[in-house]
């Protein structure tokens, strides 16, 4: 078993209840024999006390995932220990319950940071769903927390957030790779994290404590690019008016990392190919050559395989780039870090934007765990970077979320979906339809079919090519 499943494995086995522990605080008898027997023929392990001092007392002896919190207790009220609730765990979820709470008591508790709010008598299905909510989002953000901490003691992965089987391998692999000085190629599709994983290969390297230098290859025009690479010497060409240094003298005995390098025209690929060979270049316009120590993570979100069949994309430079492959599973394939993910980008922007932390509510989350999420990481922190800017109050509800995730006025086509049919199976097929109808209405042209998708026109292709969609030539009907 990889070290790092065995961590995840690790954190699993740690001597806590299979479904949470509880901590109710009600001074009534009855309603804290009726909640305990409730939570535990649930598999909850559960422990009352009367009062809030006693809760407290109880808090700081051991942790909880959640506290049932009563708002009539006897001298100090609920609302009046929450916040020390808080100070002695600022991560638990709380829940309020009362029998007689206003509005203003709801908007109190909610801003002190209880996580929801019941009224007594409660309906035990809804208040177990709202237990198993606040306990679950817990035990996530906990896991999350010592996961990460556990993998950061030996290695540094800085912002990859996920515990996924897929990511866990991904990180013994980087773990294993980094001290060399071989080529790596990443492969995945856009906003899967690429440039991350590079980061995280140069800082786990011997060359740590020197220049990591990006540069998007397919953001610039060939002679653009090859003087940023290669840099140029005075008068090379009519804007050159002084000499420059390129990247791979800038990251020198560092890691360049080329993005997108399946853009890149055959004669700037025939030059980086000598640079892998030889170690040496020359600036453009120059006549000496310059050697370097340059270890090349290179990153693709097309088949690099393909474009060499096609004669789009040197054979030697893609043998010479494909020493290491590491490839990056989309996100609705790792679906289970999804709570991470938002927890992760939730609390990022809610300290950018200098707002309280922000929950997002379990109805919320729903939806966000079936979209199939074609952007990836990318745009699952810019739907959370948008709900942290809109919301109103702590919470993040479904009303904040984009339409196509929630399904809310879209032509989203209904599929019928076999019996044996998995939810992914379904929304592949959603995809593909989505993708055939835009397609007709474009007249088949992908150019103008990427633009209204707003997403570029190799992930367009790269989605058509896995969808199995065969394009029809323009016009023919």
């Given at each position: 078993m990889s070290e790092a499943a065995v961590?995840?494995?690790?954190?699993?086995?740690?001597?806590?209840?299979?479904?949470?522990?509880?901590?109710?605080?009600?001074?009534?008898?009855?309603?804290r024999e009726s909640l305990e027997t409730l939570l535990e023929i649930e598999g909850y392990e559960v422990e009352t006390a009367i009062n809030g001092e006693d809760g407290l007392s109880r808090l700081g002896e051991r942790p909880f995932d959640l506290v049932l919190l009563d708002?009539?207790?006897?001298?100090?009220?609920?609302?009046?220990?929450?916040?020390?609730?808080?100070?002695?765990?600022?991560?638990?979820?709380?829940?309020?319950?009362t029998a007689?709470?206003?509005?203003?008591?709801?908007?109190?508790?909610?801003?002190?940071?209880?996580?929801?709010?019941?009224?007594?008598?409660w309906d035990n299905e809804k208040l177990l769903a709202d237990v198993r909510a606040a306990v679950g989002r817990r035990r996530a953000e906990e896991e999350n927390i010592q996961l990460k901490r556990a993998l950061k003691r030996r290695y540094n992965f800085e912002n990859i957030v996920g515990k996924s089987e897929p990511m866990l391998k991904i990180f013994d692999l980087v773990a294993q790779v980094a001290p060399s000085r071989s080529t790596v190629l990443l492969q995945g599709e856009s906003g899967t994290g690429k440039e991350l994983i590079a980061k995280a290969l140069h800082l786990n390297s011997p060359r740590s404590d020197r220049p990591f230098v990006p540069v998007n290859t397919g953001s610039m025009p060939p002679d653009?690019?090859?003087?940023?690479?290669?840099?140029?010497?005075?008068?090379?060409?009519?804007?050159a008016i002084a000499s420059k240094k390129g990247l791979f003298e800038i990251a020198h005995r560092g890691t360049l990392f080329l993005d997108e390098i399946g853009t890149m025209g055959l004669e700037t690929q025939s030059k980086i190919l000598r640079v892998l060979q030889d170690r040496r270049f020359m600036h453009l316009g120059g006549v000496n050559e310059i050697q370097v120590d340059v270890r090349i993570i290179a990153a693709t979100n097309v088949d690099l395989?393909?474009?060499v069949r096609e004669g789009k994309f040197r054979e030697d430079l893609f043998y010479r780039l494909n020493v290491i492959t590491i490839d990056l599973p989309p996100l609705r394939q790792r679906k289970e870090d999804i709570p991470l993910l938002v927890d992760f980008f939730l609390r990022k922007y809610s300290e950018e934007n200098q707002h309280p932390p922000h929950r997002m509510t379990p109805e919320a989350l729903?939806?966000?765990?079936?979209?199939?999420?074609?952007?990836?990481?990318?745009?699952?922190?810019?739907?959370i970077e948008r709900a942290v800017v809109l919301a109103s109050s702590e919470e993040i509800r479904p009303d904040l979320l984009p339409d196509q995730i929630i399904g809310r006025g879209g032509a989203i086509p209904m599929i019928e979906a076999r019996g044996d049919a998995s939810l992914f199976d379904v929304m592949e097929e959603c995809e593909r339809q989505i993708i055939l109808d835009m397609l007709e209405k474009c007249n088949w042209n992908q150019t103008e079919t990427a633009e209204r998708f707003h997403i570029?026109?190799?992930?367009l292709n790269q989605k058509i090519k896995r969808l199995s969609i065969e394009i029809k030539k323009k016009g023919r009907e």
């Open positions: 961590i995840s494995r690790r954190i699993n086995d740690v001597a806590v209840p299979a479904q949470g522990s509880v901590l109710i605080i009600d001074d009534e008898a009855e309603i708002l009539a207790l006897p001298g100090r009220s609920g609302l009046d220990i929450l916040p020390e609730i808080r100070a002695v765990d600022p991560q638990i979820s709380v829940i309020m319950i007689y709470g206003t509005v203003e008591d709801a908007v109190r508790a909610m801003q002190s940071g209880a996580t929801n709010f019941l009224q007594k008598p653009l690019l090859e003087s940023t690479l290669f840099g140029h010497v005075k008068g090379a060409f009519t804007s395989r393909q474009l729903r939806p966000m765990l079936n979209y199939s999420w074609p952007g990836n990481v990318r745009e699952l922190e810019n739907v570029p026109l190799s992930t």
